[in-house]
């Protein structure tokens, strides 16, 4: 079994930055892919970034693209997105989330077996 815990997020200006962790506790993660995704109010699931948890490329959504970072601390446990140049529109509850097996398309949300709790992310005008 693997737990996924949230922190960071909270309240920025438009054109600040914040920075959100997931930690991951429970079996080994070499086979897994880790994601983000936003869910804002009434708006479906959308994903945001994801990456090998063993590393290489990770792949981005368009809107988040040049702005949004996500990482690894080497060979610790956290997998970090970084939101820099954030918009009022990135408004949402952020989850991170965990693949057992790579997904057919990384954005695909129901390929993701474990899922944080949430954690909002407001970005005001």
């Known amino acids: 079994q693997i737990q996924l815990v949230q922190s960071g997020g909270g309240l920025v200006q438009a054109g600040g930055s914040l920075r959100l962790l997931c930690a991951a506790s429970?079996?080994?993660?070499?086979?897994?892919?880790m994601g983000w995704f936003r869910q804002a109010p009434g708006k479906e699931r959308e994903f945001v970034a994801a990456?090998?948890?063993?590393?290489?490329?990770?792949a981005y959504a368009d809107s988040v693209k040049g702005r949004f970072i996500i990482s690894r601390d080497g060979a610790q446990n956290p997998v970090y997105l970084q939101m820099n140049s954030l918009k009022p529109e990135d408004t949402a509850v952020y989850y991170c989330?965990?693949?057992?097996?790579?997904?057919?398309?990384?954005?695909?949300?129901?390929?993701?077996?474990?899922w944080g709790q949430g954690t909002q992310v407001t970005v005001s005008s």
């Open positions: 989330a965990a693949a057992s097996r790579v997904p057919s398309q990384w954005g695909n949300n129901y390929e993701y077996d474990y």
């Open positions: 429970g079996r080994t993660f070499s086979g897994h892919v």
């Open positions: 990456t090998r948890w063993s590393g290489g490329s990770p």
